[in-house]
């Protein structure tokens, strides 16, 4: 179990639908959620791709959100302008959250040091640009890798070029790269098995709707979960058909700990809080007033609530038995009376 609560990261994308006030607006949304982190990424379409209007820089017709769309179309709708960066950190530095991105390119990662950017995440199509992450690794700065669509080798290829270039904090983020992503495409159980490959935390970067799967992820060790976000889904946007509304964020905050604060220790019997409970475990008592000298029946001792007469399998040995003493209703069943 880690020993804090999970980290909550809001991702922006391109929800801010083109307004920089809107942006601002989904920074305090997430800070009022009591998510720790806003994520952007830090891009335009001419650092990400080029303008070609060929079918190999174009989405397949049947996806499910963006298809058909030219690449470069895309990104120019979706990206946060240069100039948005610092209002954005700016205003999360005032609500108490944290702001850092994605770069795509060494011009990113300049511009984000020039903002003190307090980390980098490498996103999941860009696992395997080693020089992007060696760049990001030498700032010193925190790494958070996503995996989607990645093997065990590249992922480790991914991780040992950060290593390589200074990087010691190192998370990496089981993730689906698929937008919105099916729940039975997500396979959480490999968290553990990451986790045990590589040595190092681990968290889920999740595209499918709602908190359930995030929240099954703690249980199976997640340490980050990375959320996108919007104000309304029903407000459109790039990634808004499987962002989180302020209030599904909020919850998944409150309910991610909850899971987290559950999955306590290994440690089978009674805890601290059950202690109480256990003084109303089934005991044998007297039930009707007795004499001296009357016999134990099933009418006059019986296994009920609360503890502090024999165990209830004693009552095939005190059957028949004589009582020695009086003994009034509601009196412990002791060997002592019989």
Same mark, same amino acid.
């Given at each position: ?25 989904? #920074? $305090? %949304? @997430?800070?009022? =959620? /009591? &998510?720790?982190? +806003?994520?952007?990424?830090?891009? *335009? !379409? ?112 991914? #991780? $040992? %070029? @950060?290593?390589? =270039? /200074? &990087?010691?904090? +190192?998370?990496?983020?089981?993730? *689906? !790269? ?7 495409s997500t396979n959480l159980r490999r968290i553990p098995v990451l986790a045990e490959a590589l ?28 959320k996108h976000v919007t104000l309304d889904r029903a407000d459109g946007g790039v990634d808004s ?57 099933? &009418? ?20 028949g038995r004589v009582f020695r003493t009086d003994a009034a209703k509601g009196t412990p069943l ?5």
């Amino acid at each position: 179990m880690s020993r804090t609560k999970p980290y909550i990261v809001a991702e922006m994308s391109g929800n801010h639908n083109g307004s920089l006030d809107r942006a601002l607006q989904l #920074v $305090d %949304a @997430a800070a009022d =959620a /009591g &998510a720790d982190a +806003i994520k952007i990424q830090t891009y *335009t !379409a001419d650092t990400l791709t080029v303008d070609v209007r060929h079918p190999r820089f174009q989405l397949s017709a049947g996806h499910e959100l963006w298809g058909g769309e030219y690449l470069y179309d895309l990104y120019t709708r979706a990206h946060t302008p240069w100039d948005w960066h610092a209002p954005i950190f700016e205003r999360a530095r005032e609500r108490g959250i944290e702001a850092f991105s994605s770069p795509f390119d060494p011009t990113a990662v300049e511009l984000l040091e020039k903002l003190d950017a307090p980390r980098y995440k490498i996103a999941s199509s860009e696992i395997t640009d080693l020089p992007l992450i060696r760049l990001c690794a030498s700032t010193g700065k925190p790494i958070i890798i996503s995996t989607g669509m990645a093997t065990l080798r590249e992922i480790t290829a991914a #991780v $040992d %070029a @950060a290593r390589g =270039a /200074g &990087a010691t904090d +190192i998370t990496v983020l089981s993730c *689906t !790269a698929s937008y919105p992503a099916p729940p039975e495409s997500t396979n959480l159980r490999r968290i553990p098995v990451l986790a045990e490959a590589l040595r190092l935390p681990i968290g889920l970067s999740d595209h499918t709707l709602g908190i359930g799967v995030p929240i099954a992820a703690v249980a199976l060790g997640a340490v980050l979960i990375e959320k996108h976000v919007t104000l309304d889904r029903a407000d459109g946007g790039v990634d808004s058909a499987f962002s989180l509304d302020p209030g599904e964020l909020a919850a998944l905050v409150v309910e991610s700990e909850r899971a987290w604060q559950a999955l306590g220790t290994t440690a089978i019997g009674p805890t601290e809080a059950e202690k109480e409970g256990l003084r109303f475990r089934r005991s044998l008592y007297v039930v009707t007033d007795v004499k001296a000298g009357e016999p134990v029946t099933e &009418a006059n001792v019986r296994s009920i609530r609360p503890t502090g007469g024999l165990e209830p399998d004693a009552i095939g040995q005190v059957l028949g038995r004589v009582f020695r003493t009086d003994a009034a209703k509601g009196t412990p069943l002791t060997w002592d009376l019989i």
